[in-house]
């Protein structure tokens, strides 16, 4: 039977949109004891297994879909949002939906299968960055499109269902709920000023601030989500991920190996979502916005009271979480 497009749907008590997306439940390692892929679809040689390349790097003369590139850029097999997905939404007494129109990529972020961005070299991570900021431009230019979100599940306790690091590019119709919240907390924000901003000079003073370079902070927030949860910026105000300037990249990316290396090291390779949120490309003007890039490690499990809140429970103060990054990072 031919699988339905994805679709969206709103839950009328609590306005949490949803997406009804069956055909994921068909990709290697959703479904515990289905399988797993025979080969890796990611690793170089294998090109064949995935959909043909929209996009790539590092090749010198070799053709799409062959070895030689540094970064790949697919269609998602199994994908959340998808371009057929057409037609007007609806609303039925309660019920209220509408196509999940948008487009789902993959970047593999690497030819080696078991590099993940925490032990690349700093050109490599840099490069990844690149191809971040090349597909969310590709994306955020269209009409149709609202908001472009930029993940990475590392390790399948964080939802990871391959090995072979990559990212997941979302391309949506529409602004989520976490991005709308924050640009409300951005707006609301006293005299005009940043949040974030303000937020970089008082890690600082609390001595929550992991590691720094020329252009970028690392930091643990001050109400932090869980233990060794870390918040990475831009130290100069910039709404639109669109916009970062190679030299800001390159920064991002040190920071990230730098950061993320540490974490490692104090929590031995742990499971981590790892999130970018620039501002949606839905027309507005949204220039009290900073873009940022989130990492959540994926050690302790939310449980009757987070989900019955919506509030989080930390164990670790994060001026302690910071210092045990930080040492680790020296």
Known sequence: METPPPELRRDPVTGVWSILATGRSRRPGAVPGAGAEPACPFCPGNEGLTPPEVWAAGRDGSPPDTPGWTVRVVPNLYPAFMPEARGRGWRRGTRTGRPARGEHEVIVNSPHHDRSLGDMEPAEAAGLLRAWRERYRHFASRPSVKHVQIIINHKREAGASLDHPH??????????????????????????????????????????TVAENGTCTCFVPYAARGPFEMRLAPLHHQPDFAAVEDGVLADMAELLIRTLGGLSKVLGNPAYNLWLHSSPCDGKDHRRYHWHVEVVPRIIVSAGFELSTGMCLNVLAPEEAARLIRQACA
Not at 171 to 187: I, T
């Open 167 to 208: 990212t997941q590019v979302f391309v949506m119709p529409m602004v989520p709920r976490a991005v709308a919240d924050e640009l409300r907390e951005f707006r609301r924000f006293p005299g005009g000023k940043c949040p974030l901003c303000a937020s970089v000079e008082e890690a600082r003073e609390d001595k929550r």
